[in-house]
Structures are given as C-alpha cells and as structure tokens.
C-alpha cells in the first residue's frame, strides 16, 4: 500500500490507492487507483454499473470502503472525513435542495452551514456564476432539469472548494448550459483546483482532454492522459476496456509530477498543457469572485439553522401538517363514539389513552413523511456532506419534530376539551405533561425515522418499531394524564411518574445523540 501524503501543504488535489467497495456480495469496486492533479480536470468514463458513481461517494465521503487509501485536498478521507467535507463540492443525479424553499434560501442555507463570511453575498456571486440571478426568489421545485442542475453547481461551489466532483453533471443540461459548464469547470481548474467529474458521452471526455480513467466491473480497466487523442481513438479505447481486452496502442500517462509521499500504482500524475480544446482562461469567468472564508458554525448555530430550515420547509409545504391533523381529530371523533363515559365526571373512560394514541400516530405520521422527503429529496446527503457534528443534525431534527408534536398538541388537546369533555382546569397540566412526554418521543422518533426511512415499507416500520421502543414513556405519561384528569381512584402520586418521564427523555435523547450519526452514515 501507498504511502499517505501529507496532510500539510498545497491542496494535492485526490489520490486514492487499491479502493475496495463492496455491497453484501457485490463488489462495487475492487482495488481501484484514482490520480486527479490539481489544476487539471480528471475524467471517469465506463459503462453503468462500473462503479463510477460509487467511488465519487467514496471520494466524497458519503461510503466508507472497505480497503484502500484515499486522500482529498489534503486530508485522509477515512480518518479525518469532516477536513475533507469543508474542502470539497459535489454535484450528484439530485440537485440535493429544498424544492419547497427557494433558490437564495437553499443557498444562504448552505453558506451558513459552511460557515462563510459574508453568506449573502456569496449567495449573489453563486447566482451570477450560474446565471440564475432572476430566479434567486422561485421555489426550487418550479425550475426546470436543466436551471435544478445549474443551481446544484451553485451549491457545491458555494464555499469554494478545492475539489470539485460532478456526477453526470451534463444530464438536463442544454448546448449553451453544456457549454457555460464547460467554461466554469475550466476556470476551477485554472484556479489550481481539481476537478473530478464521471461521464458517459466519450465526445465530452474528449473535448475535456485530461487525466482519464475508464472503469469496468468495479475496476480500473484504463488509465492515462486523454491529452492528444481524439474522439475515434478515445472511443476504440472504451471499446476495448469495455471488453475487457487490452488496450493496446494507448498513450500512458507520464509521470511528470507525483502526490507527496506516494509510491504506489496511484503515485503518477501527469501535468501536460491543456490541450487547445480546452476553453482559454480569459475566456471562462471567474468562479469565485469573492473569496470564500470560513469560520466553522457552533453546535448551536447548526441547530438553530436545521431547525430554522425544518419550520420554514414545513410551513411552505403544507404537506404533511394537514394530514396529520385531520387523523388526530378523526382518531379522537372515534374514541367519542366507542368508549363508555365516567358516570361521576362525565368524560370518556379512556380519554387518556384516546389523547395519547391520537397524539402519538398523527405525529409518527408526520416525523415519518418529513424525514422521508428529507431522504429522497438529497436533504440528508447534503447535510451529511456539510462539515458540522453529525450530533448537530440530530438535535436539530429532533427539535424540529418536537416542534412539530407540539403543534398537533396545539390542534388535538382542544378537540379533546370539547369532543371527551375534558374540564378546562385540567388542560394546562395537560399540556404540560404532554410536552414532556413528546420530547422523548420526538427524541426516539427521530432516531428510528432515520432508520426506517431507508426502506420500502417506512410507514409501517417506524411505527412498529417506535412504539414499543417508547413503551417505558408512554406508560408513565398515559398514567399520569389519568391522575391529572381525576380519573385515577387508586390514590396514584403524580411525582414519580413525571420523573419517570424525564428520565425516558434524557435516556432517549442522549441515545439518539451517540446512534443517529452512525444510522445516517451507513
């Protein structure tokens, strides 16, 4: 195996050695080299399935592999992976934005997660770079394929990265988008930073005309500098990597200058020209026109921006408050016709359980809907790819739903005064013992969203799973909402029972603490 480069010094750009990745049985990528110089453009071409987004993730961060060496400007991605978030932009299939918050708002969103100067200003040099100036204040999920990718580029180039990886980036895109990202990735890469980006069109790889590595079955079939061919003898290489034959007649990459400390098969870089194909920099506009700088956001201040982002997307959306609340209130409609009522207070036998029961689903339902969207809008890959405590997001998403339990006890606990004819005395202690019990709820909830929402069958799993986790609260809370409603007759002391409550809270928030950053990585 190599020897790691430095972590001191020039961003060198990424250097990978003998990656292996593998999926159950499936080996995703098997001892994979990954050369990409700094100031240069490095090409990862090969048919789907070759494994091509993979290694961008593990580049990226976002998968751990199971063997190998891999270095971003800089850092050790597997043991400092949080060094190399800050340095890196990436752009995925999904534009990983809020369709529901708007452009400047995505944006600012992530320029203060990233802790920059300035976040305002830089959200207004992003928006000029891609052209998207006129649409700063249209909600993401207006835009059309090709503005949603245009905006992606923005993001990931927010913070000015040293590195830059792009997965597919072209998809969506038309002749004069192609062309302004063409010019954009060239000015990032005459700004000495590098550039990693996966393709499928040969012609494109061709026009770029740098390092290029052709993958095939998870494994480096090719790799060399593309500088000098053209697109017939690019493509008769593709070929025959493809079938696995030799590639004879290939120009292999000089080794002209070497990662520091690298003596592996990922040790030479090649640093030709730029081929005449290649924009000329006066041409490109400058990315970056202000220099982007850092100061990493507090715990606090990244919770507070989760929580901010959470309330404002919920209240745009409109998506799931609704629903919820009309379950809770048919839930407890139900209850009024289906149980018997105390002869001496004249409310339902089994108000107690009917509030928390109604309580508990309708907010299960929204925890699960809000998270999921989360996931399969990019959400949560973006926040994973920020450079913040993985803790943070968890405080902060648990914050959120709490807020979000409270606000369906804001419409149910005054259905119940009317509909189980509760006294109205009673409704502040209520409400109280309400909030204390949905703090741990919310605490668990979020933790088991996180790992239900990776499966098909989340809105039955999360259930399944949550309630019987939160049975020592729920307990506690269901009887103490009958010692406040006067409906114990065995003399039953309130004290304990909220003791009992708070520590369910504490237990459960601190494990959701310690387990959501190993859930949410995989």
Not at 185 to 191: D, P, T
Not at 313 to 333: G, H, K, Q, W
Not at 342 to 364: E, K, N, R
Request: proline residues 8%; neutral net charge.
């Amino acid at each position: 195996m190599s020897a790691a480069p430095p972590v001191s010094g020039p961003a060198p750009g990424v250097w990978a050695d003998g990656v292996v990745c593998r999926f159950g049985p499936l080996t995703a990528l098997d001892r994979v080299d990954l050369a990409a110089p700094p100031g240069r453009i490095t090409v990862v071409v090969g048919p789907n399935g070759a494994g091509k987004t993979t290694l961008l993730r593990v580049v990226a961060t976002l998968v751990r592999p199971e063997g190998g060496t891999v270095h971003v400007a800089g850092a050790d991605a597997l043991r400092a992976p949080a060094a190399v978030r800050a340095r890196i932009g990436v752009v995925m299939h999904r534009p990983l934005l809020y369709p529901d918050l708007t452009l400047a708002e995505n944006l600012a969103f992530y320029a203060r997660l990233y802790g920059l100067d300035e976040p305002a200003a830089r959200v207004e040099v992003a928006l000029a770079a891609a052209e998207l100036t006129a649409f700063a204040r249209r909600p993401v999920r207006t835009l059309s394929r090709g503005m949603a990718q245009r905006a992606a580029i923005a993001r990931a180039v927010l913070h000015d990265p040293a590195v830059l990886l792009l997965d597919e980036p072209y998809t969506g895109l038309d002749p004069r988008s192609a062309d302004r990202l063409d010019r954009a990735l060239a000015a990032h890469a005459a700004a000495g930073r590098a550039v990693v980006i996966t393709l499928h069109d040969l012609d494109r790889a061709a026009a770029l005309a740098g390092p290029l590595v052709v993958l095939r079955r998870g494994a480096v079939a090719w790799a060399g500098e593309a500088a000098g061919m053209d697109r017939a003898a690019l493509r008769a290489l593709y070929e025959q990597a493809e079938r696995g034959a030799p590639a004879g007649g290939a120009v292999e990459a000089a080794p002209t200058a070497a990662a520091p400390g690298a003596t592996g098969r990922a040790a030479s870089w090649s640093t030709p020209e730029a081929p005449d194909a290649a924009p000329a920099p006066e041409t490109v506009p400058p990315m970056p026109a202000l220099a982007a700088r850092r100061h990493p956001p507090g715990f606090g201040a990244v919770v507070a921006e989760i929580v901010r982002k959470d309330v404002r997307v919920e209240l745009r959306a409109r998506e799931t408050a609704l629903p919820v609340a009309v379950f809770a209130l048919l839930a407890i409609v139900i209850f009024q016709f289906s149980l018997p009522r105390d002869p001496a207070t004249g409310m339902l036998a089994g108000a107690p359980g009917a509030v928390w029961i109604a309580l508990l689903f309708g907010s299960t339902l929204g925890l699960t809907r809000a998270l999921g969207a989360e996931v399969d809008g990019g959400g949560m890959t973006a926040l994973r790819l920020a450079p913040v405590d993985r803790g943070a997001i968890f405080v902060g998403k648990w914050l959120a739903g709490y807020l979000f339990g409270l606000a369906v006890a804001a419409v149910l606990v005054p259905a119940c005064v009317v509909w189980l004819n509760v006294a109205p005395a009673a409704v502040p202690a209520l409400l109280g013992c309400v909030a204390l019990g949905l703090a741990g709820w919310a605490a668990a909830g979020t933790l088991m969203a996180a790992v239900a929402v990776a499966t098909r069958a989340r809105e039955v799993l999360l259930p399944l799973v949550l309630f019987p986790t939160v049975l020592p609260l729920l307990i506690p809370a269901v009887q103490a909402t009958t010692v406040l409603l006067g409906l114990d007759d065995g003399g039953t002391v309130l004290w304990p029972l909220v003791t009992l409550m708070a520590a369910c809270d504490v237990l459960f928030v601190v494990l959701g603490f310690l387990l959501f950053p190993i859930v949410v990585e995989g």
